[in-house]
């Protein structure tokens, strides 16, 4: 399977690898990796990074999709070509439509190290070329649920307000016991493990884990002491990805 191939089925868990930015950057990515080579569509890749004090990346351009960083630990500087500077903590979120062109810059806040977690979503063909666009949110403006086993902050979806192009649920669940993971019908996704240990579907599945999903079902996750996820699913466009450095075409 090459990475410009859509994923299809369902995998077991496997690990993320570690992927080295430069100097002070480093992340551990979900896919596509040597494990878990393909693209899933409508996602183009997913990864943990991490920035050293006084790190990060300069100015640099990207094409053609959407990115939704959400922060875990410390702050993250964010400057852009739109003439946004923002600085996101722990449990904020920012959203770029790249679309036909955006310069941004990150680099670690108030000089301590961040991490966090970054998606890039796939723009249809029909929209590579969409205007640039930036929107953020706090923590306090995810909702956040508390469930018989779980506690789920919506990152982008029902009641967030992050809205992506393309149909997505970005969900950070906390398991403190048990909690499904539904995929809904058409749509493909993944979960990554946060920090913590347990199960999904029996397997075991902890920190810098991954589990692909491209069809409808459940996935249950269960733990005996604690379990943080995140749980992505959006809808394919059932076009190809090809991803280009920085740039999706």
Same mark, same amino acid.
């Given at each position: ?9 369902r995998?077991?868990p496997?690990?993320g690898?570690t ?5 002070g ?5 979900a ?13 183009v ?5 991490s920035?050293?004090? /006084? =790190?990060?990346?300069p ?6 999709f @959407?990115i939704?960083?959400?922060? %875990?630990e !410390?702050?993250?500087d ?14 904020d979120?920012m959203?770029?439509t ?6 941004h810059?990150?680099?670690s806040?108030?000089?301590d190290?961040c991490?966090?977690?970054q998606?890039?979503v ?6 590579? /070329? =969409?205007d640039?666009d930036y929107?953020?949110?706090t923590?306090? @403006?995810?909702?956040?649920?508390? %469930?018989? !086993? ?14 992506l192009?393309t ?5 950070d669940?906390r398991?403190?016991?048990s ?17 913590g ?7 075991a599945?902890?920190?810098?884990d991954?589990?692909?999903v ?5 996935v249950e996750l ?7 996820v995140?749980?992505?699913?959006g809808?394919p466009?059932g076009?190809?990805?090809r991803l280009?450095?920085l740039v999706?075409?």
């Amino acid at each position: 399977m090459t990475a410009d191939e859509t994923a299809t089925g369902r995998t077991d868990p496997v690990s993320g690898e570690t992927v080295r930015h430069g100097s002070g950057v480093n992340s551990t990515r979900a896919f596509p990796t040597n494990a878990y080579p393909a693209h899933l569509d409508p996602f183009v890749l997913f990864e943990r990074f991490s920035i050293d004090p /006084d =790190a990060g990346f300069p100015m640099h351009l990207h094409e053609g999709f @959407e990115i939704v960083s959400y922060m %875990l630990e !410390g702050g993250m500087d964010h400057e852009d070509s739109l003439g946004v500077e923002h600085t996101a903590y722990a449990g904020d979120a920012m959203h770029i439509t790249a679309g036909g062109g955006v310069r941004h810059s990150e680099f670690s806040a108030d000089g301590d190290a961040c991490n966090g977690l970054q998606l890039w979503v796939n723009l249809p063909r029909a929209e590579k /070329d =969409a205007d640039p666009d930036y929107a953020d949110a706090t923590a306090d @403006e995810l909702p956040t649920a508390e %469930l018989d !086993g779980a506690t789920v902050t919506t990152v982008v979806g029902d009641g967030s307000p992050l809205e992506l192009r393309t149909p997505t649920e970005y969900l950070d669940a906390r398991v403190a016991d048990s909690w499904t993971w539904t995929v809904p019908d058409g749509w493909s996704g993944f979960l990554y493990g946060v920090s913590g240990d347990g199960t999904a579907d029996g397997d075991a599945f902890g920190e810098g884990d991954v589990l692909p999903v491209s069809d409808a079902r459940d996935v249950e996750l269960r733990t005996e002491t604690t379990l943080r996820v995140v749980a992505v699913s959006g809808r394919p466009h059932g076009e190809p990805i090809r991803l280009r450095g920085l740039v999706v075409r």
